[in-house]
């Protein structure tokens, strides 16, 4: 099941962008799934998740900005990002996880968005 990332781009700051993720199956292939970004020197960090039946869960510097989102029908797990900061800069990254003997991960390859100041 492939992961397909789109939405980056160049924005100002205190603009908005709407990433999404369309997987080539079902988004219910996955126990969860997500975003997580990496910006240059950094670490990879999630910044927000959602598994079936719960609470979606946010980094702390998403909360109050973004919002995950899910269309089952089209197969597609939507961050939408609202009020961005230049911190927000980073290459964002779908993440679907499965279970397989333990928890794995699948990846997207990543969209880059870029937040001007």
């Known amino acids: 099941v492939q992961l397909q990332a789109s939405g980056g781009g160049l924005v100002q700051a205190g603009g908005s962008l709407r990433l999404s993720c369309a997987v080539s199956?079902?988004?219910?292939?996955?126990?969860?799934m997500g975003w997580y970004r990496q910006a240059p020197g950094k670490l990879r960090e999630l910044v927000a998740s959602m598994t079936w039946g719960r609470s979606p869960n946010y980094g702390d510097f998403a909360k109050g900005r973004f919002t995950i989102s899910r269309d089952a029908t089209v197969n597609t797990v939507d961050l939408q990002m609202n009020s961005l900061k230049p911190e927000d800069t980073a290459v964002y990254y779908c993440?679907?996880?499965?279970?397989?003997?333990?928890?794995?991960?699948?990846w997207g390859q990543g969209t880059m968005v870029t937040v001007s100041s």
């Open positions: 993440n679907g996880k499965y279970i397989a003997g333990g928890i794995s991960d699948n």
């Open positions: 199956g079902s988004i219910f292939s996955y126990h969860s």
